[in-house]
């Protein structure tokens, strides 16, 4: 059974950096490509980033330029470098299995001040 635990929120000015985490467990890390969802109050749930198991990347348009997804498959962690943060990007992030259906951890609250 997969298990992904977030962290590394916080509240943090604009134009802040937070580093948000996922650990992952209960899968072959290492073979599955990876997302970064977040979700406003009041909106759906969006991708922001994504990394294969290769090594290619994704970003929605919203944050690219200041957001780096990474993976380390030694510690089967995904990581989100987030810079120059704006507080439209206040939200829970969520990282994801792309291939397992409901594969969410508990996410964690990001919260960017003006």
């Known amino acids: 059974q997969v298990q992904l635990v977030e962290s590394g929120g916080g509240l943090v000015q604009a134009g802040g950096s937070l580093r948000l985490s996922c650990a992952a467990s209960g899968i072959t890390f290492e073979i599955n490509d990876m997302d970064w969802y977040r979700q406003a109050p009041g909106k759906q749930r969006e991708l922001v980033a994504g990394i294969s198991r290769g090594g290619s990347t994704n970003y929605a348009d919203s944050v690219k330029g200041r957001f780096t997804i990474s993976r380390d498959n030694a510690k089967k962690t995904v990581y989100l470098q987030m810079n120059s943060l704006k507080p439209e990007d206040t939200a829970v992030y969520y990282c994801?299995?792309?291939?397992?259906?409901?594969?969410w951890g508990q996410g964690t609250q990001v919260t960017v001040s003006s």
């Open positions: 994801h299995v792309r291939k397992i259906l409901g594969s």
